[in-house]
């Protein structure tokens, strides 16, 4: 079903069927997650573990949680937000606050661009009797809701830029530039995103909605260089 969804969402983007048969893309798949659960191995069992667990959640998503009611939304987020935490386990000097914040920060921008996307496949997912949220809601509602997600998202970053210099080790050049970049390179996109989604009702619009959300995380992602070790 996804090959199908894809080649009619994003035919220029299909490559399983074209440039490589769906046989091999499957022993490609099945081989490289048994090689990153083998490397995980040498690493920690408990990274191995965390390995197979994405990989069989990321297979559930793609045969029967991509085009549901929000849920596929859900577990693409949630899978998203949790990686971070990783480094508690193997660096006790790991910033808690600080994964947390980057872990919420993930969460809601995959959230907001995952709705986008199914927003912008609208067309091809109700040909193929799919049940995501604007097909569910319709896109006035779905865009009601990207409106105050992405609200409630500016208002985070905002609130994790004032609390950065007394929730991280840094000094004040670090934080200044800190302030200054998530300002300038998150936050004020973000705003720019708010505002084009309010007039957003092609699926163009959309699918430069989707492009800004992912230079958002980008960049938000990035901003991990202004920490230093705790």
């Known amino acids: 079903m996804d090959v199908k969804l894809d080649m009619v969402n994003k035919p220029q983007s299909v490559i399983i069927g074209k440039t490589i048969s769906r046989r091999w893309a499957i022993l490609l798949h099945s081989g490289f997650n048994v090689l990153a659960f083998v490397l995980a191995w040498q690493i920690s069992y408990r990274v191995a573990i965390l390995v197979f667990v994405c990989s069989l959640l990321l297979w559930m998503y793609s045969q029967y949680f991509k085009k549901s009611y929000l849920l596929g939304n859900l577990l693409v987020a949630i899978m998203t937000a949790s990686t971070i935490f990783i480094l508690i386990p193997f660096d006790e000097k790991a910033n808690i606050l ?23 496949d609208i067309k091809g997912d109700s040909k193929f009797n799919a049940n ?80 800004i959300a992912k230079i958002i995380m980008l960049l938000g992602i990035f901003s991990m260089v202004f920490w230093k070790t705790y």
């Not at 600080?98 to 912008?120: H, M, P, Q, V, W």
Request: hydrophobic share 50%.
């Open 132 to 211: 995501t949220l604007p097909i569910k809601l319709g896109i006035k509602h779905t865009k009601q809701i990207l409106f105050y997600l992405q609200l409630c998202f500016i208002l985070m970053c905002l609130s994790f830029t004032i609390l950065f210099p007394a929730i991280s080790n840094v000094g004040p050049l670090a934080s200044f530039q800190f302030i200054t970049y998530i300002s300038l390179l998150v936050i004020i996109p973000s705003i720019y995103l708010l505002f084009k989604l309010w007039n957003a009702d092609t699926k163009k619009h959309f699918t430069h909605l989707s492009f």
């Open 98 to 120: 600080g994964c947390l914040a980057y872990s919420i920060f993930a969460f809601f921008s995959n959230l907001i661009r995952e709705i986008i996307k199914d927003t912008e």
